[in-house]
């Protein structure tokens, strides 16, 4: 995957993304020419491949793997009209380019002949060994006339629970997902569709999670051009433009990048610095994703600059030139070789403007960190080897409980509430919720454990992380040693205690649900509440997530049968709203404080109260795929209201007292704040206001940011902290 480092000096080359591409082969490339006499060494291909990453490896069992699964699916033909064989040697050869070690290659020749052939588990087993048995069980699909429409969802969770004990069962199902992807055009449009929208929403985000960008990218690159036609041409397009690129006289200018790595590289040659200079073109979805966020492609957006090193300390090195010689743009600097993504990545992220005020991003690894950038756990080897795959990968793992060191905490997570939703449907939609959340933050316990959770998870989820079904009488939490409310959404970071109730006959409020983002949470309170429909949640049964000093002082009052038609996030917030439900009890969520004239929805909660939220609030995408039925919700006449605000801004003297001296002069009262230590010169302050009038919202919006050093005013979509 990676290339040796050059010489100081070296000159740029200009090459496509270093991961596999087997489009263009076809079955002759497969399958080695046609002989009359005597079978094709096909499994040729694989071989060599695989000699490149394992020099050592044992070649003999690949051979046998080869021999039963051709003898086994000889006759079977793809719908592509090729024989079955090439789509097992493609998988297979898709891993052995990533770096698979043997075991796995074996389990994907054989990958297929359990379930389309009169092949047995038993032997398999007898003849390649339990581990590879194991692998290929774990891929078999579930029989639908045994399971009906279960049999997907139901196929899913046997291959994640597998996955669990062996993560090389998920790289098998990654690479076979991505064969039959580029083969899709010979189904049914609909049938495309629908296996591109189960490959996007769970697929995908599987191989971004187990760190296997060669599979994610060129995945997420098929699906778009299923899914999306039009803008995947259109992106095309913009693509075949770029690399074109005439000027005003029609002659080909020169990519933009060419210029600035050769800048980089006399740099780094200057310096003395061994390194490699790529141009690495982004691939059709990330084009299309920059598009989206600037409004305009530049001649830079259409590539990165990779530089490659030897040694760890060489990053920090390169880095240190490129800011020192080049103008860096300090906001896209990032470091994850100190703070690892949670998939295993790791590299330096910058980006500086060149001569001509051109900005290109440049990421910075070592040639070992970009092998496993790019193969994720497939570059890890075999983990339950001494050698850890470098060597031949075909010993049984030893008796009792694995150590899987390639098991993260979101795969362990997602195994425990699975246990919890024995309904298809309820997992099939709980774990598309769950791969949906794409960022992970780690928090730390008071005991001196971590706990890792999904970006936007609060209190309530972390109660459930550590304590289980303990966390039903969690009563609050402390924050870096700050008393918390349970709905506050913790940071990358964070110090967390949470306070348990002795009293076991507590339990959690229906009020949790608008707050908790992890699934385990989320199964294990509604749960609880469908056990307990008769118990009347009293405020000293049922303690709300969001609780600040000023309900706390007013005891917590339930608003009675005339609270149908006004409702708010607190006994001073009167917003009208108006439900389809009626004499249905309506409050404000505090996750995104919904003012007129905002488009709203609502959900019933346990008690036959409606909770209103934003139509952009996330927690209304989490009830959606969950399955809870939206209630329509109408403003009625507006008097005051509660909001918060998040204001972004340059840090300075005297900033907080105008911002607060803008707020007073719009008539808004100031109910909780916090202002977040300065990061990069900037600062971020979150206020939630009361407003006399939600007409008046804009108008102290516009005068937030007209306070010197105020970049950006915008609306919250979670409570914040009181100070």
């Given at each position: 995957m990676?290339?040796?480092?050059t010489?100081?000096?070296?000159?740029?080359?200009?090459?496509?993304?270093?991961?596999?591409?087997?489009?263009?082969?076809?079955?002759v490339?497969?399958?080695?020419?046609?002989?009359?006499d005597?079978?094709?060494?096909?499994?040729?291909?694989?071989?060599?491949?695989?000699?490149?990453?394992?020099?050592?490896?044992?070649?003999?069992?690949?051979?046998r793997?080869?021999?039963?699964?051709?003898?086994?699916?000889?006759?079977?033909?793809?719908?592509?009209?090729?024989?079955?064989?090439t789509?097992?040697?493609?998988?297979?050869?898709?891993?052995?380019?990533?770096?698979?070690?043997?075991?796995?290659?074996?389990?994907?020749?054989?990958?297929?002949?359990?379930?389309?052939?009169?092949?047995?588990?038993?032997?398999?087993?007898?003849?390649?060994?339990?581990?590879v048995?194991y692998?290929?069980?774990?891929?078999?699909?579930?029989e639908k006339?045994?399971?009906?429409?279960?049999?997907?969802?139901?196929?899913?969770?046997?291959?994640?629970?597998?996955?669990?004990?062996?993560?090389?069962?998920?790289?098998?199902?990654?690479?076979?997902?991505?064969?039959?992807?580029?083969?899709?055009?010979?189904?049914?449009?609909?049938?495309q569709?629908?296996?591109?929208k189960?490959t996007?929403?769970?697929?995908?985000?599987?191989?971004e999670r187990?760190?296997?960008?060669?599979l994610?990218?060129?995945?997420?690159?098929l699906?778009?051009?299923?899914?999306?036609?039009?803008?995947?041409?259109?992106?095309?397009?913009l693509?075949?433009a770029?690399?074109?690129?005439?000027?005003?006289?029609?002659?080909?200018?020169?990519?933009?990048?060419?210029?600035?790595?050769?800048?980089?590289?006399?740099?780094?040659?200057?310096?003395?610095?061994?390194?490699?200079?790529?141009?690495?073109?982004?691939?059709?979805?990330?084009?299309?994703?920059?598009?989206i966020?600037?409004?305009?492609?530049?001649?830079?957006?259409?590539?990165?600059?990779?530089?490659?090193?030897?040694?760890?300390?060489?990053?920090y090195?390169?880095?240190?030139?490129?800011?020192?010689?080049?103008?860096?743009?300090?906001?896209?600097?990032?470091?994850?070789?100190?703070a690892?993504?949670?998939?295993?990545?790791?590299s330096?992220?910058?980006?500086?403007?060149?001569?001509?005020?051109?900005?290109?991003?440049?990421?910075?690894?070592?040639?070992?960190?970009h092998?496993?950038?790019?193969?994720?756990?497939?570059?890890?080897?075999?983990?339950?080897a001494?050698?850890?795959?470098?060597?031949?990968?075909?010993?049984?793992?030893?008796?009792?409980?694995?150590?899987?060191?390639?098991?993260?905490?979101?795969?362990?997570?997602?195994?425990?509430?699975?246990?919890?939703?024995?309904?298809?449907?309820?997992?099939?939609?709980?774990?598309?919720?769950?791969?949906?959340?794409d960022?992970?933050?780690?928090?730390?316990?008071?005991?001196?454990?971590?706990?890792?959770?999904?970006?936007?998870?609060?209190?309530?989820?972390?109660?459930?992380?550590?304590y289980?079904?303990?966390?039903?009488?969690?009563?609050?939490?402390?924050?870096n040693?700050?008393?918390?409310?349970?709905?506050?959404?913790?940071?990358?970071?964070?110090t967390?205690?949470?306070l348990?109730?002795?009293d076991?006959?507590?339990?959690?409020?229906?009020?949790?649900l608008?707050?908790?983002?992890?699934?385990?949470?989320?199964?294990?309170?509604?749960g609880?509440?469908?056990?307990?429909?008769?118990?009347?949640?009293?405020?000293?049964?049922?303690?709300?997530?969001e609780?600040?000093?000023?309900?706390?002082?007013?005891?917590?009052?339930?608003?009675?049968?005339?609270?149908?038609?006004?409702?708010?996030?607190?006994p001073?917030a009167?917003?009208?709203?108006?439900?389809?439900r009626?004499?249905?009890?309506?409050?404000?969520?505090?996750?995104?404080t919904?003012?007129?004239p905002?488009a709203?929805?609502?959900?019933?909660?346990?008690?036959?109260?409606?909770?209103?939220?934003?139509?952009?609030?996330?927690?209304?995408?989490?009830?959606?795929?969950?399955?809870?039925?939206?209630?329509?919700?109408?403003w009625?006449?507006?008097?005051?209201c509660?909001?918060?605000?998040?204001?972004?801004s340059?840090?300075?003297?005297?900033?907080?007292?105008?911002?607060?001296?803008?707020?007073?002069?719009?008539?808004a009262?100031i109910?909780?704040?916090t202002?977040?230590?300065?990061?990069?010169?900037r600062?971020?302050?979150?206020?939630?206001?009361?407003?006399?009038?939600?007409?008046?919202?804009?108008?102290?919006?516009?005068?937030?940011?007209?306070?010197?050093g105020?970049?950006?005013v915008?609306?919250?979509?979670?409570?914040?902290?009181?100070?």
């Amino acid at each position: 995957m990676s290339a040796e480092a050059t010489s100081p000096g070296a000159p740029i080359r200009r090459r496509g993304r270093p991961r596999i591409d087997l489009r263009r082969l076809g079955r002759v490339a497969l399958l080695g020419p046609v002989s009359r006499d005597r079978l094709p060494d096909a499994i040729g291909h694989v071989a060599e491949a695989h000699r490149a990453h394992h020099p050592d490896a044992d070649l003999s069992i690949l051979r046998r793997a080869y021999v039963l699964a051709e003898s086994s699916h000889r006759g079977q033909m793809r719908k592509s009209g090729e024989p079955y064989i090439t789509h097992p040697l493609a998988v297979t050869l898709i891993l052995a380019q990533l770096g698979a070690e043997t075991t796995t290659l074996t389990a994907s020749l054989l990958h297929d002949t359990v379930e389309d052939t009169d092949v047995t588990l038993d032997q398999v087993r007898e003849q390649f060994g339990k581990e590879v048995c194991y692998l290929v069980d774990g891929v078999t699909k579930l029989e639908k006339v045994d399971y009906g429409a279960a049999a997907e969802p139901e196929t899913f969770r046997k291959m994640l629970v597998a996955t669990g004990d062996d993560v090389r069962v998920m790289s098998i199902k990654l690479a076979d997902r991505l064969h039959n992807m580029r083969t899709l055009g010979v189904m049914r449009p609909e049938k495309q569709a629908r296996i591109a929208k189960v490959t996007r929403d769970v697929l995908i985000p599987l191989a971004e999670r187990l760190g296997v960008q060669a599979l994610k990218t060129e995945l997420e690159d098929l699906v778009f051009a299923i899914l999306h036609p039009e803008e995947y041409e259109r992106t095309r397009a913009l693509i075949d433009a770029a690399s074109a690129r005439p000027d005003a006289s029609g002659a080909v200018r020169q990519d933009p990048l060419v210029a600035i790595a050769e800048n980089v590289t006399t740099v780094l040659r200057e310096a003395g610095i061994p390194a490699e200079v790529l141009i690495r073109p982004r691939h059709f979805v990330s084009v299309h994703r920059v598009g989206i966020k600037r409004g305009e492609l530049r001649g830079t957006d259409f590539g990165r600059l990779l530089v490659l090193v030897g040694e760890d300390a060489d990053c920090y090195a390169v880095l240190g030139e490129l800011h020192t010689c080049f103008t860096p743009v300090i906001s896209e600097f990032k470091d994850f070789i100190a703070a690892p993504k949670f998939n295993l990545y790791q590299s330096l992220h910058t980006a500086v403007v060149g001569e001509d005020g051109a900005v290109a991003e440049v990421l910075i690894r070592t040639h070992r960190m970009h092998k496993v950038a790019e193969a994720g756990v497939i570059a890890l080897g075999n983990p339950y080897a001494a050698d850890n795959g470098t060597g031949p990968q075909t010993a049984e793992p030893a008796d009792g409980e694995r150590a899987d060191p390639t098991r993260p905490g979101w795969l362990s997570r997602l195994l425990a509430w699975q246990q919890s939703a024995p309904d298809p449907d309820t997992f099939w939609t709980t774990l598309r919720a769950d791969l949906a959340q794409d960022r992970e933050i780690t928090v730390f316990r008071t005991d001196g454990g971590t706990l890792g959770l999904p970006a936007g998870a609060s209190c309530v989820d972390a109660a459930y992380a550590q304590y289980g079904d303990e966390a039903h009488n969690c009563i609050g939490a402390r924050v870096n040693g700050r008393l918390a409310t349970l709905g506050t959404v913790l940071s990358d970071g964070d110090t967390v205690q949470l306070l348990l109730a002795e009293d076991a006959a507590s339990g959690p409020s229906p009020d949790w649900l608008d707050h908790a983002r992890t699934p385990a949470a989320r199964i294990a309170i509604t749960g609880w509440l469908d056990t307990h429909p008769e118990e009347t949640r009293s405020p000293q049964g049922a303690r709300p997530a969001e609780t600040g000093p000023e309900q706390q002082a007013q005891g917590h009052s339930r608003p009675g049968p005339q609270a149908q038609q006004t409702a708010g996030t607190g006994p001073a917030a009167a917003a009208s709203a108006v439900v389809d439900r009626p004499h249905a009890p309506v409050r404000l969520a505090g996750c995104c404080t919904p003012v007129p004239p905002d488009a709203v929805t609502g959900f019933l909660v346990r008690g036959g109260a409606v909770t209103v939220h934003r139509l952009e609030c996330p927690a209304v995408a989490r009830m959606r795929s969950v399955g809870r039925t939206p209630v329509g919700v109408s403003w009625g006449e507006a008097t005051e209201c509660r909001v918060t605000l998040v204001a972004e801004s340059f840090g300075r003297p005297r900033l907080l007292a105008d911002l607060t001296e803008a707020i007073a002069t719009a008539d808004a009262a100031i109910i909780a704040a916090t202002v977040e230590p300065p990061s990069e010169q900037r600062v971020r302050h979150t206020y939630t206001l009361q407003l006399p009038d939600a007409a008046g919202l804009p108008a102290l919006m516009r005068a937030m940011r007209d306070v010197p050093g105020v970049y950006d005013v915008s609306r919250a979509q979670h409570r914040a902290a009181t100070v």
